[in-house]
């Protein structure tokens, strides 16, 4: 299993994890993953906002004032059931006589302050349909945010993948390295060796060295890539400063089916057109919540009142009001509001056709590209092993005299593209059955199978 790879001076042990556990890892804790899942919460707390504004609402109200004008008191000591014939100026009537008098105690009555604490209870009876469309509105974004959150954590797995196959592909490259540095060295010291014996010239000794050098350098370059692949892949899972690594390789399956079936699954389950198609709904109660304010609104109020002049639970009253509302005219914000939810609704429609369009598109040449990746991975095998006996066979030559140093460096770099070759020829055809998979949401942590190295 390859997991020994550098570690910039890190003590701890590598510990290894499966793909599962990695993935269960970057859900957990990447970043994306949790906006996405805070993204459902919001759009499941929007449904519930939106059923509650269609439902019964009641409110404690208190209000306290305090004023000398002569209406507003003579209603305080109304509502506080204390109104006198004192508070008529009854006192200053003399007779007949002073029935043009102006009494002081009704038209200056002075200052006086009321409490005026209330349980109100209000019931919307009729809003032209707008409560019912914004609930199926918050709905179809609920819809939407949670396939969207699938697609996100479908998108979040093929990643996970992509790094942890990247990973152990790198470390591949890096094992393959270390080989052609090891032959390397071996033909500088060959070619040293027939030096010394007169059987070659000084030449092929510094063109030996110049390819131990060059092979160093490559090695070197293949760590720091493996390196910052592991970083990487880290960071996906949400452990930048651990010292996990990946465990087996991991092979995943091409899901079944021909390319027109494959085609058909992916426009009817592919989260990303799911998501798009609930926002689409979204639109359309959208535009019948925006077409539902022509309507009027009939509202029923019941309330339930104390006054005093202090803060007391005094003089009960109740009130029951029934409120309509018709705007009849609002210099055309109603058809603007309702011309932009219907744009709105067209835009999504729009959306959803483009982005069908172009999962179609992707799931054609993902599927070509799969087939191609695979014949690719297989040839690259039996080209490796090609090159590996035919650089066996120069090496012994070389040992002999029967060949040149030039044509034994030559197979050797054979070697060594045929080695890199077959570890991106099999990663690519990795990636391409995962992305088909994750085209047609088939694409999850259970469908992968741990290989043995």
């Known amino acids: 299993m390859l997991v020994a790879v550098m570690t910039c001076g890190r003590a701890a042990v590598p510990e290894a994890v499966n793909f599962r556990q990695a993935v269960r890892l970057a859900l957990t804790a990447?970043?994306?993953?949790?906006?996405?899942?805070?993204?459902?919460?919001?759009?499941?707390?929007?449904?519930?906002?939106?059923?509650?504004?269609?439902?019964?609402?009641?409110?404690?109200?208190?209000?306290?004032?305090?004023?000398?004008?002569?209406?507003?008191?003579?209603?305080?000591?109304?509502?506080?059931?204390?109104?006198?014939?004192?508070?008529?100026g009854l006192g200053e009537y003399t007779g007949p006589g002073s029935v043009n008098t102006t009494p002081a105690a009704l038209n200056v009555p002075g200052y006086a302050n009321n409490y005026d604490t209330g349980?109100?209870?209000?019931?919307?009876?009729?809003?032209?349909?707008?409560?019912?469309?914004?609930?199926?509105?918050?709905?179809?974004?609920?819809?939407?945010?949670?396939?969207?959150?699938?697609?996100?954590?479908?998108?979040?797995?093929?990643?996970v993948l992509q790094a942890y196959a990247g990973v152990r592909a790198t470390q591949e490259l890096a094992v393959a390295a270390r080989q052609a540095l090891a032959a390397a060295q071996a033909y500088a010291g060959t070619a040293a060796s027939l030096y010394r014996q007169g059987i070659v010239i000084e030449s092929d000794?510094?063109?030996?060295?110049?390819?131990?050098?060059?092979?160093?350098?490559?090695?070197?370059?293949?760590?720091?890539?493996?390196?910052?692949?592991?970083?990487?892949?880290?960071?996906?899972?949400?452990?930048?400063?651990?010292?996990?690594?990946?465990?087996?390789?991991?092979?995943?399956?091409?899901?079944?089916?021909?390319?027109?079936?494959?085609?058909?699954?992916?426009?009817?389950?592919?989260?990303?057109?799911?998501?798009?198609?609930?926002?689409?709904?979204?639109?359309?109660?959208?535009?019948?919540?925006?077409?539902?304010?022509?309507?009027?609104?009939?509202?029923?109020?019941l309330r339930h009142d104390w006054n005093a002049d202090s803060l007391a639970l005094r003089a009960p009253s109740n009130t029951v009001m029934a409120l309509f509302s018709w705007q009849l005219f609002n210099s055309g914000a109603q058809y603007?509001?309702?011309?932009?939810?219907?744009?709105?609704?067209?835009?999504?429609a729009a959306q959803y056709q483009a982005t069908a369009d172009a999962v179609r598109l992707a799931v054609d040449r993902t599927f070509r590209g799969a087939e191609t990746a695979a014949l690719q991975a297989q040839a690259s095998d039996l080209i490796a092993g090609q090159a590996r006996q035919a650089a066996h066979l120069l090496s012994l030559r070389y040992a002999q005299g029967l060949t040149t140093l030039a044509q034994l460096l030559d197979g050797q770099a054979r070697l060594d593209a045929a080695r890199a070759g077959r570890v991106q020829a099999h990663y690519a055809a990795l990636l391409a059955r995962a992305r088909l998979r994750l085209l047609t949401n088939e694409l999850d942590a259970g469908t992968a199978k741990d290989q043995g190295d």
């Not at 350098?217 to 899972?237: G, K, W, Y």
């Open 30 to 88: 990447n970043p994306r993953a949790l906006a996405s899942t805070a993204q459902v919460q919001a759009a499941r707390a929007g449904v519930t906002e939106a059923r509650g504004r269609a439902l019964p609402q009641l409110s404690l109200v208190l209000n306290a004032t305090r004023s000398d004008n002569p209406l507003n008191v003579f209603g305080y000591r109304l509502a506080e059931r204390g109104a006198s014939f004192a508070d008529f």
């Open 119 to 159: 349980v109100v209870l209000s019931l919307p009876l009729f809003a032209g349909g707008a409560d019912l469309a914004r609930i199926k509105e918050s709905r179809a974004l609920l819809t939407a945010a949670q396939q969207g959150d699938a697609a996100a954590r479908a998108g979040l797995i093929y990643e």
């Open 205 to 301: 000794v510094l063109l030996a060295k110049a390819h131990e050098e060059s092979a160093r350098a490559a090695l070197s370059a293949a760590e720091a890539e493996a390196l910052n692949q592991l970083d990487a892949f880290r960071l996906l899972i949400g452990r930048p400063d651990s010292d996990l690594v990946p465990g087996p390789a991991v092979e995943m399956p091409a899901p079944a089916g021909t390319l027109l079936t494959l085609e058909d699954q992916a426009l009817a389950h592919n989260p990303q057109l799911l998501a798009m198609r609930s926002r689409e709904a979204a639109g359309e109660a959208a535009t019948g919540a925006a077409r539902a304010a022509y309507w009027p609104q009939v509202n029923l109020v």
């Open 336 to 348: 603007g509001a309702l011309q932009r939810a219907a744009a709105e609704q067209r835009r999504a």
